[in-house]
């Protein structure tokens, strides 16, 4: 009876070191089955986007957290910055009743 190998879990953009291969990114994006058609296909077009972080060459790779903040940006889905830290509430921002009370 042959053995099936063992696949190993998906990659993820967070197993990834600070600098990686765009071939790690790639596997992490889209998956390890389609990876490197993104190389081929789609990374040209995405370093030539503003923001999208160059390959570092003192590290021989990208800089993962500039990616991942990259695809929040382009995916619309980085967090809003318009809170308040808690404990820090701006009481500028509070609304106010818009008429006064008449005494009655």
């Known amino acids: 009876m042959a053995r ?6 998906p990659l993820r953009i967070e197993d990834l070191p600070m600098f990686a291969s765009d071939l790690a990114i790639a596997e992490a994006i889209v998956g390890r ?3 490197e058609k993104w190389v081929r296909e789609r990374l040209p077009t995405l370093a ?4 999208f972080p160059a390959i570092d060459d003192f590290h021989g790779g990208r800089p993962v957290a500039l990616v991942a903040r990259f695809y929040e940006s382009y995916l619309g889905t980085a967090s809003s910055t318009t809170t308040a830290l808690p ?4 009481a500028s921002q509070w609304k106010t009743k818009s008429r ?3 005494p009655g």
């Open 48 to 51: 030539s986007k503003p923001g």
């Open 87 to 90: 404990g820090k509430a701006d």
């Open 33 to 35: 089955d389609n990876a």
């Open 4 to 9: 099936r190998a063992v696949q190993p879990p």
């Open 100 to 102: 006064s009370r008449q």
